[in-house]
């Protein structure tokens, strides 16, 4: 089989989103793992549910699927980064995070997107973290609810230094329909698992997946060749499980070159398959 790529917004940050996209779809890639912010699609623009259906028809005039990204920093409280969470002490933050998480799930489904991913979040010093794990089990739930009625996957995401930061806490979350939201750096920065036995090991649970380099023990998305990845390992076990939704590429720290690094990262990933 053919694996199909993706390329994230969060690295395109000094670009429009159309013509992010124009690059994505002359670049070859098959999809876009759309980051919900406010320099690109906002969710919370008036005209939401407008956009998002005229956004599905470009995507589709350019031959491109999509996964929703909901890591945006800023897009909920100008004055705290990634607040609130599944984890903020406040009851109202908490609804306010899962409120948006919904938001996206409804996106994604005017987009027909392969998957809606988000992550946990960081408790605030002092919030006991097992009554942190409660709160979050109690928004996974509703978020899991609300993506199966409108029939898109919601895959949590590991992410280092955060309450789930490796597959094992995602699985001893045991959440009723939550899948998997796989970054494969992630694994060589909390040193868990060879990122392609995650692959392995995870492939019924996988929803979506995310690919870079990275340095091991260091959280900084790397361009491929500048970390210790070995990239053709992890596409062939995706190409062995059978994998057949959209690999993202995310570069969020290269949005002042994603020009060069849109086409640069293609060529790199079809070069590791030849």
């Known amino acids: 089989m053919s694996l199909r790529f993706a390329y994230n917004t969060n690295g395109t940050a000094s670009h429009r989103l159309d013509d992010a996209l124009v690059?994505?779809?002359?670049?070859?890639?098959?999809?876009?793992?759309?980051?919900?912010?406010?320099?690109?699609?906002?969710?919370?623009?008036?005209?939401?549910?407008?956009?998002?259906?005229?956004?599905?028809?470009?995507?589709?005039?350019?031959?491109l699927g999509s996964v929703i990204e909901t890591g945006a920093r800023y897009l909920l409280d100008p004055r705290a980064k990634h607040e609130p969470t599944l984890v903020t002490a406040s009851a109202e933050g908490r609804a306010r995070r899962v409120a948006f998480l919904q938001r996206a799930i409804d996106i994604g489904a005017i987009l027909g997107s392969e998957a809606v991913s988000f992550w946990a979040g960081v408790p605030k010093p002092g919030v006991d973290r097992e009554e942190a794990r409660d709160w979050l089990r109690d928004g996974l739930r509703e978020v899991a609810a609300h993506a199966a009625s409108r029939g898109i996957d919601a895959a949590l995401e590991p992410e280092p230094g955060m309450l789930i930061e490796t597959v094992d806490d995602f699985a001893a979350l045991d959440v009723p329909g939550l899948r998997l939201a796989l970054d494969t750096g992630h694994c060589l920065v909390t040193g868990e698992r060879d990122p392609a036995a995650a692959v392995r090991e995870f492939a019924p649970r996988i929803a979506t997946v995310s690919i870079e380099d990275m340095k091991r023990g260091e959280h900084v998305h790397l361009a491929f060749g500048d970390g210790d990845m070995d990239v053709p390992a992890v596409l062939d076990a995706l190409d062995a499980i059978g994998f057949a939704r959209l690999v993202c590429v995310e570069l969020s720290r290269d949005s002042h070159r994603a020009d060069v690094m849109i086409p640069e990262a293609l060529r790199y990933l079809k070069a590791c398959r030849s």
């Open 23 to 63: 690059l994505m779809s002359e670049a070859g890639y098959d999809g876009v793992a759309l980051t919900l912010d406010v320099n690109g699609f906002d969710p919370f623009r008036p005209d939401w549910d407008d956009a998002a259906r005229a956004l599905a028809t470009r995507l589709s005039g350019l031959g």
